[in-house]
């Protein structure tokens, strides 16, 4: 999880915060997981600000969960955050996804959301993963397809920022776009009956969601403005965060992510 190419500040939190929350289906893209599975325990690996974490403690108070990230100070900002709203059945901890504390088959159900993405190693946290998950147990992964993002007009200095940074993730041995491989990567390390589906998410210049995902990346910027500094310039910077304000009713926004499940 130091693998994380993206800033680890408070101001990271809240984009992290308000992403989870509201965009991408939410939390709520694991209740058919959570349904189907019918878990006792539940393991979240990569839980940044615990967002999915809390939702599940929350809407299903007799599941056991164990959040995990490898951000001491992140995980120290959660377990805060217990003490004004106590979840009794939901634990913080800090841990490696690359060598996990748990025994074998502990977790009924583990998943992970926007985070095999950012691994050098997504295989190995994936098959660390599947050990600690139970016989018959479930595997789940939400996952960016980060060559399926349109914006309509075309924003020129927002698609150069995007390309770059797909490049450096590449060169880091991280892959932006690791949705398109789930198939392949739970199949790899021995998943069985693995399901993919892609979710599109859409919206229209005069959907109240339309200016939550432009926010979202006007609040990457801090981010790819410090890992690119040697790739892009401080001039398209500029012209990427004003192509990003200017925004109107005939606009339309287009990603794609992809989830997969697999049994152990």
Known sequence: MSDYTLKSDEAEDARLESQGTALYGGPQFLDEYLKRAKPATVLDVGCGTGVVSRYIAKHYPNIRVVAIDSDGERITRNEAGLKTDPLPNLEFRTDNVYHLTFPAETFDLTFCRFFLMHQNHSVMALDEMRRVTKDGGMVVAHEGIHDGIWLEPRREAFSHVLGRWIEFMNGKHQDASIGLKLNKLFTGVRL????????PHSATGDDPLFPQYIKNWREHIPSLREGLSKMVSEEQFVRMEHELALCSDTDF????????CGRK
């Open 192 to 199: 069985r009956d693995v399901e993919v589906s892609v979710l």
């Open 253 to 260: 926004y287009l990603e794609l992510t992809a989830v997969a």
